[in-house]
């Protein structure tokens, strides 16, 4: 299978995930395109290391996923702290610090 | 004995210095010390008149250096004094007059409770007008030209309760101002001729320098002395100073400080005579406002304003006889002092009658005041003798010379001005004759005021009788004095020097001219005012009196071609500054902020549009990092 | 290495920050606690001064009682510190002049009752003290200063404090709006400011580069002007001149010089008296100043170039200023625009480079502060009275208060140069320095003073004589206070009028220095009087 197929994938999830990222509202959903548009990255740097034959893409990919993973972390904190204080987990009702 | 010069300034200072700081404690007593300081000035002039007397021509004149005034590298201004005989007569001319209207001003101002200050004034006066004449430099000159213009603003504002008093006051400062332009760049351009302004260094140089430089220095000097001297075109500010108390009017707008211009004038003949075209217009100056001030002086009604025209005429006169040169100093000096003499003692006259009638000042409401106020009578008229030039008193002799001179002059030119003059000696016996008419002949025409007050006319105390008696005697004497033996002219011609010039007429002849001028101006007046009642309210008259009644439009001119256009220059610019200059800045910053404000809409606060203007920016980069690879 | 000009910089800025840390409180004792601290220590900066004056030898080196101390070696920087005739007698005017201003401001920081909804400022006092006393400081450093960087930072330092007292004290009449009048002066007077400093900084760095590349890595003033006067350092032309107007337009602001003017009147008319008096006297010749001491002598072949163009605005704003102030309502306004047509004059004698017309801009300086002062303090006292700054609010005050009216007239005549008084001699000087070399723009500059004789006495006028209005009836006169406020200011006047001579020994030697960096020499008269007679006639 042409490997070049992977690469339209993950240009396909990329962009569901960036379309998400500027549709939705809700900060968990928000949150999961994020998530998407993170792995789409991950599937094309994986792809890339195929193609090109060595593992800097590999590795690349793995340093993606600790910093999803913190950012998982961190992010959802917030978004449930956020919650119990608003009682919405929409990105719009927070606008606090908005002139 | 030269250190008594300095003391002829000082006296009448520390008296100005204390009556004016010294507080209520002094308001007893004030007026006294002010007539002391005055006094004690004229003895010391006395004394430095009398030991000049004592030496020969050539030792009269002396020169006193007080201390260094403003050092600058090439530029030296000193404190110094230069008494010579031009000088000395005027120290005797300011001090003793001026003593003499001290004294009458402690009658005058007896029921003003601001009599203290009045005095400080006064004396501050003396001391201004003594630095004036002392002065051995124009600079030092200028200090003193300018004191005896805040004197005078002071004063003709005395009662700055009067509105008109204080714009009249306003008026007069700021005429002379116009003036005083005229005396800094003469001043300036003998720094730049000369690089010396000291009378000595001056006209030491004077004969080096170009023709053209020298008639701007004369010209503008004229311009100073025609503020100084209400002479036209900046006369306007005379007739108002009458607002001033009488004394003040007497002593500071009639024998002194007015006739500083004639001083100037003469004190810089070195300059004069050696620029022809400024003398000319010298002399073109004194023969207009001697005609103007005559015609003005012929309409009015109020005895003051009257008695201002005729020393505008007067002092036309003088101006006159100063542009004539070498021929006509002398006699402007002699005509200036025997004018102080008279002019004093018509302005105390008129002063005593005011006193005698509450203040009143319209001559169509006084009338055969001879009865009730004779000394005052006796003394006025001998002044109006001596002004008209009646044979034998001192106007006579003055007036006559001028009037020589003026024929000496030569050529078309001579007769001219000759002629000018004479009209001028007509005019001038025609309003003095109906002023001395309205006030002391025929009815008494006084009206009780508004609350039905009548006025009670009575002889003035003799602190101001006193004064009046003095001058009357100067009136008619001091002329003759002068005459005798040429001893005024013997005098003063070391100083200025003199020609004869060479007058087409003989000199009995003039005399001659004059007295039938005199004649004539005398019965005009008499036929008019004389036989028949005299109006209470005036008739309407001629365009011409009219026109003189309004100062010859003076006043409107001078309305309509500076303080109209000025005022609305004044008003354009404050527009212009706040919505012009300041607008520009203004709208800079509003539209700064302008910029601002829609930008800060970009930042609306969702998250959603921060996503979206990265990924545009992100694909904008990639894009172009794309083409200008293609490229 | 005597320690005498730093001790003049330091006590008046230790003493600013001890009064502001004195208690804070609204008693009057405490109040009167932190006025009593602060005059005294403006009195010892004065006594400072005037031993520094004193100390000060004419005939000596221009800059005598130097001091050097290293601040950022890297740079050459070094806090250094000399006096010269015209420096020494900024100083004295400033020490002169701030305890008067604490004087006469007395009571001008006294808490007003808090308006509604706004807490009361318990620090009031101690602060406006404070801020007098550190721009006191600031602009004796810049009037020291012989390191260009050194008077850069004080030159813009001293905008901090000025710019809380305009904006934090003022009048205590008028509501929400007179505040915001304020607050917009306050911040118009700083972006002036601030915008001519930051193109001065560019100026700055800019002549520290050239000299850098040419081996003089330097701010100190006299290397740099001596290694220009020796031709070690050569600035092209262009740049020259592209740093000198860098320099010129921060001090043009600051002076200011028509059309920069604009922020003055909003600046002088929204601040206490006291504060203008500052402003006008004070920082304002910080500015003129520095045109005489940095860009005459750091770029002298720039300052001819420019000195033609410099003057026509110059006696443009003597005329413009003066024809505003005619037109002016509002008396403070007034006084601000006559002292604008005033700086034109000493703007044209700095630039006219004759020793009268440099003399007497440097003693105009001096007298103008002087008698701006009393009629601007005594103008306060007036409003202060009446609480409006209208002319048309007042009338007849001569009848009520005669001692106020005099002063107010002494004031009035001190700006309208009339002779005897000290302001006449400087003009006179500023006249004739500059008719010597420019006829037309001396002649026209001359009929400035027929103009300053209409504003002075319309304002005279309208104020004090006349029937007594209204709102002026039972108007108090001076108090003793208010009196030994005037008095030293009117006694100066009248002193300096007469005998100059104090001040001109003492700025003369430094204003040769001066043109002879610029190397200009006074035009020689067209006919000296020491010549032998018998010179040919043109």
Not at chain 1, 16 to 21: D, F, L, Q, R, Y
Not at chain 3, 100 to 124: C, K, Q, Y
Not at chain 3, 473 to 494: F, Y
Request: charged content about 10%.
């Amino acid at each position: 299978m042409n490997p070049v197929n992977y690469l339209y994938l993950a240009a396909l999830l990329f962009t569901i995930g960036a379309s998400g990222v500027l549709i939705r509202r809700n900060a968990i959903v928000l949150f999961m395109c994020v998530e998407l548009m993170l792995n789409a990255s991950n599937l094309a740097l994986v792809t890339f290391s195929r193609l090109h034959g060595n593992l800097d893409g590999q590795i690349i990919a793995f340093f993606t996923m600790v910093v999803a993973a913190a950012e998982v972390v961190v992010g959802l904190a917030i978004i449930v702290s956020i919650f119990r204080t608003r009682h919405s987990a929409s990105v719009d009702d927070s606008n606090l610090m908005k002139l | 004995m030269n250190s008594l010069i300095p003391l002829l300034v000082a006296a009448p200072l520390a008296g100005a210095a204390l009556l004016l700081l010294g507080g209520r404690a002094l308001d007893r007593f004030g007026h006294w010390l002010g007539t002391l300081a005055a006094a004690l000035s004229f003895v010391f002039g006395l004394v430095l008149f009398f030991s000049m007397l004592g030496r020969s021509t050539d030792q009269r004149p002396v020169h006193v250096q007080l201390f260094s005034w403003v050092p600058v590298n090439g530029f030296q201004a000193d404190v110094a004094f230069q008494l010579d005989q031009l000088s000395i007569t005027f120290v005797l001319l300011i001090t003793g007059v001026g003593t003499l209207i001290h004294l009458y001003s402690v009658g005058y101002m007896a029921h003003d409770e601001r009599r203290r200050r009045f005095f400080g004034y006064l004396n501050l006066f003396l001391a201004a007008m003594l630095l004036l004449v002392l002065a051995d430099n124009y600079l030092l000159l200028y200090v003193g030209w300018e004191g005896v213009g805040l004197a005078s603003y002071l004063l003709i504002g005395f009662w700055q309760h009067k509105p008109s008093a204080a714009t009249a006051a306003k008026k007069a400062f700021l005429v002379n101002r116009v003036g005083d332009v005229g005396l800094s760049i003469a001043i300036m351009l003998m720094f730049t001729d000369f690089g010396n302004f000291t009378y000595l260094g001056v006209f030491g140089a004077a004969g080096q320098a170009s023709r053209s430089q020298l008639t701007a220095i004369g010209l503008m000097l004229l311009l100073a002395a025609c503020g100084k001297s209400a002479q036209v075109p900046l006369q306007s500010w005379l007739g108002d100073a009458m607002e001033g108390p009488t004394p003040v009017s007497a002593l500071i707008h009639a024998a002194t400080m007015v006739t500083a211009g004639v001083y100037l004038i003469t004190r810089s003949h070195a300059i004069f005579d050696l620029a022809p075209d400024a003398q000319t217009a010298v002399v073109c100056v004194g023969a207009v406002t001697l005609l103007f001030g005559a015609i003005v002086g012929c309409a009015k009604d109020d005895i003051k304003k009257a008695l201002a025209g005729s020393t505008m005429s007067q002092i036309g006169y003088m101006i006159l006889a100063a542009g004539l040169g070498p021929i006509g100093y002398v006699f402007a000096i002699m005509h200036l002092v025997t004018h102080g003499f008279f002019k004093a003692g018509l302005f105390l006259g008129a002063g005593s009658v005011m006193h005698g009638m509450d203040d009143e000042v319209n001559m169509r409401h006084y009338g055969g005041l001879r009865k009730y106020m004779p000394i005052t009578f006796v003394t006025f008229g001998l002044g109006y003798l001596a002004i008209i030039g009646f044979p034998g008193l001192s106007g006579f002799f003055s007036k006559d010379k001028i009037i020589e001179a003026a024929f000496a002059k030569g050529g078309t030119e001579g007769w001219i001005l000759g002629l000018v003059t004479l009209v001028g000696a007509a005019v001038t016996a025609f309003y003095m004759t109906r002023v001395m008419i309205l006030t002391f002949f025929g009815e008494k025409r006084w009206q009780a005021d508004d609350e039905g007050h009548q006025p009670h006319p009575h002889e003035s105390p003799s602190t101001m009788t006193l004064p009046m008696i003095v001058l009357a005697f100067g009136s008619v004497f001091a002329g003759g004095l002068f005459a005798f033996n040429s001893s005024f002219l013997k005098w003063l011609e070391p100083i200025t020097g003199h020609s004869e010039g060479n007058s087409p007429l003989s000199s009995l002849t003039v005399t001659l001219l004059t007295s039938a001028c005199l004649l004539v101006g005398v019965a005009l007046a008499y036929v008019v005012y004389g036989r028949s009642p005299v109006p209470v309210t005036p008739p309407v008259g001629s365009v011409l009196t009219r026109a003189a009644r309004r100062d010859l439009l003076q006043d409107e001119f001078n309305h309509a071609v500076l303080v109209r256009p000025g005022s609305a220059l004044a008003a354009a610019l404050v527009y212009l500054d706040s919505k012009g200059l300041d607008g520009f800045v203004n709208g800079l910053a509003a539209a700064i902020g302008g910029i601002s404000s829609r930008l800060r809409r970009v930042q609306n606060g969702y998250v959603r549009s921060y996503a979206l203007s990265m990924f545009g920016g992100t694909l904008v980069l990639v894009a172009t990092t794309l083409l200008m690879r293609s490229v | 290495m005597s320690y005498l000009l730093t001790a003049t910089c330091v006590v008046p800025a230790a003493g600013a920050i001890l009064t502001a840390a004195l208690p804070a409180g609204s008693t009057e004792a405490r109040r009167r606690t932190t006025k009593l601290t602060a005059l005294a220590v403006s009195a010892a900066t004065l006594a400072l001064a005037a031993v520094a004056a004193a100390r000060f030898e004419p005939g000596g080196a221009r800059y005598q009682l130097t001091e050097s101390y290293s601040w950022i070696r890297s740079f050459g920087i070094n806090f250094s510190l000399g006096v010269d005739g015209i420096g020494a007698v900024l100083v004295l005017l400033t020490a002169v002049l701030v305890p008067i201003v604490m004087l006469a401001s007395w009571h001008d920081a006294d808490p007003a009752p808090a308006p509604e909804g706004t807490f009361e400022n318990r620090r009031r006092t101690q602060g406006f003290f404070a801020l007098i006393l550190a721009v006191e400081a600031m602009v004796i450093v810049s009037f020291l200063a012989t390191d260009v960087f050194l008077f850069y930072v004080f030159f813009e330092a001293m905008l901090i404090p000025m710019y809380f007292l305009i904006g934090g004290f003022g009048d205590k009449a008028g509501g929400p709006e007179a505040a915001r009048q304020r607050s917009y002066a306050a911040v118009k007077f700083l972006l002036y400011n601030l915008l001519g400093g930051l193109v001065m900084l560019a100026a700055v760095i800019g002549l520290y580069v050239i000299a850098q590349q040419q081996g003089q890595a330097t701010f100190d003033l006299q290397s740099l002007t001596s290694a220009i006067a020796d031709g070690k350092l050569v600035i092209d032309p262009t740049a020259e001149r592209a740093l000198f107007l860098g320099f010129f337009f921060a001090f043009a602001v600051k002076a200011p010089l028509w059309p920069l003017h604009t922020w003055l009147p909003n600046a002088m008319g929204e601040s206490t008296a006291g504060t203008a008096v500052l402003i006008t006297a004070v920082v304002d010749k910080v500015g003129t100043f520095a045109m005489l001491r940095f860009c005459l002598g750091l770029f002298p072949d720039a300052s001819k170039f420019f000195a033609p163009a410099i003057l026509v605005l110059s006696v443009i704003g003597i005329i413009y200023g003066a024809l505003l102030a005619v037109g002016q309502k509002d008396i403070k306004r007034l006084i601000a625009y006559a002292s604008i047509s005033h700086f034109g004059f000493i703007i044209m004698g700095i630039f006219a480079m004759t020793s009268q017309g440099q003399s007497g801009a440097t003693l105009y300086m001096v007298n103008h502060g002087i008698s701006t002062a009393a009629w601007l303090l005594v103008a306060g006292f007036l409003i202060s009275r009446r609480g409006s700054r209208l002319i048309a609010d007042y009338g007849g005050v001569q009848k009520v208060a005669p001692v106020l009216a005099g002063t107010f007239l002494i004031g009035g005549l001190a700006t309208l140069s009339l002779p005897g008084l000290a302001p006449f001699v400087s003009e006179f000087l500023v006249l004739v320095g500059t008719f010597s070399r420019y006829p037309v723009l001396g002649i026209i500059a001359t009929f400035g003073i027929v103009l300053a004789a209409l504003y002075a006495l319309v304002l005279y006028q309208r104020t004090m004589t006349g029937p007594v209005k209204d709102g002026v009836r039972g108007m108090a006169d001076l108090k003793v206070r208010e009196i030994a406020v005037v008095a030293p200011l009117v006694a100066l006047t009248v002193f300096l009028g007469v005998y100059p001579k104090p001040l001109t020994d003492l700025v003369n030697p430094a204003v040769n220095d001066t043109l002879s960096q610029v190397h200009r020499t006074d035009p020689a008269p067209a006919h000296p009087v020491a010549e032998p007679a018998g010179g040919e006639q043109k």
